[in-house]
């Protein structure tokens, strides 16, 4: 139980196009959901808090004109970064919160901008 | 602002060897604390911890938590190479966030 999917799990792009990154809980229906980034050798960065039929939370210094969050159900969560600039490249991980603190992570989606 | 400090930042034994991993917190309206192993990708879950002095056990791994002393312990007995990852300490306080530490590298050799 408590399985959490991202689609894509690579993604490769131009600069300035925008790449879209689902998040699902396959099993369970989580009204929060969280969206991180990691860069190489470095710990998880909370980028946004996403609860279901609201606007997301976003962290200081995240631009939320850039990283746009949709949480249009109690499965799915998106995350489009807009108008990709090779700065933007990372490792981005969904997860999605079943109970009080208990995270489940997504697999992550690696991109890479060119 | 709420902090999240583990040690060592990375490590190396042998197969056999027992391990503890520490992570210490700082922060607000702490509620709980979570070790989580990371390999190539995303985390997956191991313990989470929000009573001090309770043991917590999955096979090899136990865990414990010291709120007194705002610390826990990630155990590792007899490591496997299997066991190579990093390991992340976070710390969930005030809202529903999660605070990570910077992981600590275990490697173990053959």
């Known amino acids: 139980g408590a399985v959490v999917s991202q689609h894509p799990s690579r993604v490769i792009c131009k600069s300035g196009t925008s790449v879209k990154i689902e998040c699902r809980s396959l099993?369970?229906?989580?009204?929060?959901m969280f969206w991180y980034r990691q860069f190489p050798k470095q710990s998880l960065m909370l980028m946004a808090t996403?609860?279901?039929?609201?606007?997301?939370?976003?962290e200081q210094g995240v631009e939320k004109d850039k990283f746009l969050i949709n949480h249009a159900s109690l499965t799915l969560s998106t995350l489009t970064v807009t108008s990709a600039h090779p700065e933007d490249s990372s490792f981005y991980i969904c997860?999605?919160?079943?109970?009080?603190?208990?995270?489940?992570f997504g697999p992550g989606t690696r991109l890479t901008v060119l | 602002e709420d902090k999240v400090v583990q040690s060592p930042l990375s490590l190396v034994v042998h197969e056999g060897d027992t391990v503890t991993l520490n992570c210490s917190y700082e922060?607000?309206?702490?509620?709980?604390l979570l070790w989580y192993k990371q390999e190539k990708k995303a985390p997956t879950f191991l313990f989470m911890l929000?009573?001090?002095?309770i043991e917590k056990k999955s096979g090899r791994l136990s865990s414990i938590l010291d709120k007194k002393e705002l610390f826990s312990i990630l155990n590792i007995t007899a490591t496997q190479t299997g066991d190579s990852a990093v390991y992340l300490c976070a710390a969930g306080a005030g809202s529903y966030q999660l605070t990570f530490g910077k992981g600590t590298k275990l490697s173990v050799i053959p």
């Open positions: 099993d369970f229906q989580a009204t929060t």
């Open positions: 997860s999605a919160e079943l109970g009080t603190d208990t995270q489940y």
């Open positions: 996403s609860n279901e039929g609201s606007k997301a939370t976003y």
């Open positions: 929000t009573s001090s002095g």
């Open positions: 922060v607000t309206n702490f509620r709980s």
